[in-house]
């Protein structure tokens, strides 16, 4: 009586083995996902959009901030943030508030597993990076597994600091944009917490915006 049991219990081992290994063979690489992600958003070169930020911060005493401005896109790598009557650190760090993709070559990178963001099927890749990078640990970037975006990415520093940034995208002329966006900054060593949240609107794409602009102050 114990071997058809035995034998049961040993196919529905095998049956899982093989679910899982042919799950793993079907996972792109971490370079075919950021591939796609480069290649997003085709013929999309540059962009802007009126943008609000309600932000709170805690350093020492509470700073709540309520700020509009503009912000600025142009690929692969510049940014831009204006904003009426906002302290100089937070125009300092634009790429917190918009399309940021690392560089994959300055990081090692693996698949960590799947995972739902917001009811979105997601690839969860862990980065950490191949040289000294400042106070920079590592990244987590959740990839929708569908559409080439990340609706959700932490960044780790040095001294258990952190980034959580997390996106809901919007399609305007059938590019896929900035939405709102909620980032939570916590820096334990210096007694820093923050908490940010965007909204976009007004999107003007492809308005050939000079390399220049976004050197210049705003």
Excluded at 21 to 43: D, H, I, M, Y
Excluded at 117 to 134: N, Q
Excluded at 141 to 146: A, C, E, F, K
Aim: a neutral charge.
């Amino acid at each position: 009586m114990k071997k058809p049991i035995l034998l049961t219990a040993a196919l529905l081992i095998l049956t899982t083995w093989v679910g899982q290994a042919a799950g793993a063979a079907s996972a792109p690489s971490v370079e075919e996902l950021f591939t796609a992600l480069k290649n997003a958003n085709p013929g999309l070169t540059d962009y802007q959009s009126d943008i609000h930020i309600d932000l709170h911060v805690n350093y020492l005493v509470a700073i709540p901030l309520d700020l509009h401005g503009k912000y600025y896109y142009k690929r692969p790598d510049h940014y831009k943030l204006v904003l009426e009557h906002a302290p100089q650190f937070v125009q300092k760090y634009p790429q917190i508030f918009g399309w940021n993709l690392p560089k994959l070559e300055d990081f090692n990178s693996r698949i960590v597993g799947q995972e739902n963001v917001d009811g979105l099927p997601c690839w969860h890749v862990f980065l950490t990076p191949r040289h000294e990078m400042g106070d920079l640990q590592g990244q987590e970037l959740w990839i929708d597994r569908q559409a080439a975006v990340f609706p959700r990415q932490i960044v780790h520093y040095r001294d258990a600091g952190q980034i959580l940034i997390e996106v809901k995208y919007t399609t305007k002329d059938q590019y896929h944009l900035f939405d709102t966006m909620k980032a939570a900054f916590s820096f334990p060593k210096i007694h820093l917490t923050a908490t940010a949240d965007a909204s976009y609107s007004n999107y003007l794409a492809n308005q050939k915006l000079p390399d220049a602009f976004f050197k210049s102050g705003p």
